[in-house]
């Protein structure tokens, strides 16, 4: 049996019962066709179903959900070790991990039920037919249950479990974004719970998960707008003046006001949001060296964040150099600050990242130097420039004893050749051990607090003003304090 698309002709002048009849094999365009309708539809690794017949079968299952008087339920699966076994054993073993999963999740799913492939270890399950919620959380127990068990792939034998997410239709929303979304919240929950659970997105109201979703929701759409501010905290030598700046984001939040990076920098930094938001920052610090040098005023370093992720992949180097090129600025006005946790990922690509900055002349500071876990060896491993003292030890210095804290690291900076700066200076007191120790830079409240540009600009005039209470010398122009 074949395909065939037939045409049929009647011939002028000849007998009129005959007919031409031209049958012609399209067998391989139909082969093509249902090939296309399987790939739009279907997954090509686990051959499940994708998110576009995932969508088409909730409304049809909603349709029949509506006549029956039944109840839908969406649940939201994912690995809670996908990326270890990718990163462990590549990814032909990582995709074989999945194929065999997907067999076991849908080995234990009632025939009704829909197992999708939506994202690289994210799977959805659509629960039709249910008479109680109860019957959805037997389904969830037995898809958790399914994966505890070791999966043998070639010689190994792997394991990861699941969280998954569980919404309701209609408690939860009628469309399937909607349900979708909600399910992921309790997703979110179940992950915070330590994974291998399921959570409802009932569940997740109360544990500020859905303020991290709504965070990361409008972090989204700034990123397009570029709707954040830059503010700009001054870096003080011993005698106050004002030496150099650090560059710290803000968020206006819509509803919930000016963030501070304690309550965005996770949600942008799990969510890959960093990388835009980061590059923002860097182009937003430059243009603002370029601005202020065109109204006359000094050029100053400024020390940007970097987070670990944005080194992850990418060509971070690459971009900060071309961000430099655009807005003509030079590599000693620009600095950035890493934390101890990226220089312990070791990872030669985020090393090789940071030569290159080098090399372009950018400076490197570690910032909260000492609070992370961290290993000496890489000081003189790594092309460092800086280090930057945690105000956690400034602030601790006289109660709570971290002064030969201060000291030592100061002491360990000087002999291998770093400048320091010790963050967080808030009284006379602190300043003054702080200089006593031999730190070259200082920063704080005592000095300012983080501003935007347009109040930092009159400290940047040519003759290099002294911010807070003036030390014992009179011969410097003292600027009254900016608090
Ligand atoms: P950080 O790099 O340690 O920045 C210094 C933080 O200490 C700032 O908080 C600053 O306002 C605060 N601070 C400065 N002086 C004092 C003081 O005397 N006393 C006290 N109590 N605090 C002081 P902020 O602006 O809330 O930033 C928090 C953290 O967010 C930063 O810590 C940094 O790790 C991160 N961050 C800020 N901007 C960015 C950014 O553009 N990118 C990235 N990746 N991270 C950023
Ligand atoms: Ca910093
Ligand atoms: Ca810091």
Known sequence: VFWVEVTCHSLSGSDPNMRLVVAKDVNEQMRLHSEMVRRANYDSLTGLPNRSLLVDRFRQAVERALEAGQRLAVLAIDFDRFKQVNDTFGHQIGDEFLKSSARKLLSVLPECDTLARVGGDEFVVLAD??????????????????????????DLSLQSSISVGIAFYPDHGTDFEEIHRRADFGLYHAKRLGGGCWSSYSQSETSGIQEALEIERSLRQAIETGRFELHYQPICSARKEVRELEALIRFPHPKLGLLLPDRFISVAEESGLIIPM??????????????????????????????????????LAGDITAIMAEFEVQPELLEIELTESLLMENTEHSWQQLRLLKAAGVRIGVDDFGTGYSSLSYLHRLPLDRLKIDRSFVQEMTAGGTKPIVRAIVELGKALGLSMIAEGVETEEQFREIVGMGCDLLQGFLFSTPKPAEAIAHLLTRDSPVVGPIPNSQSVPIVESLL
């Open 129 to 154: 037919c249910l008479d109680s919620n109860e019957e959805c959380i037997e389904v969830a127990d037995r898809l958790i249950e399914a994966l505890n068990a070791p999966i043998p792939i070639q």
């Open 278 to 315: 980061g590059l923002w920052v860097l182009r937003e610090a430059c243009g603002q060296i370029k601005k202020w040098r065109e109204q006359g005023l000094r050029a100053i370093p400024i020390a940007v964040n970097v987070s670990a992720a944005q080194f992850r992949g990418g060509d």
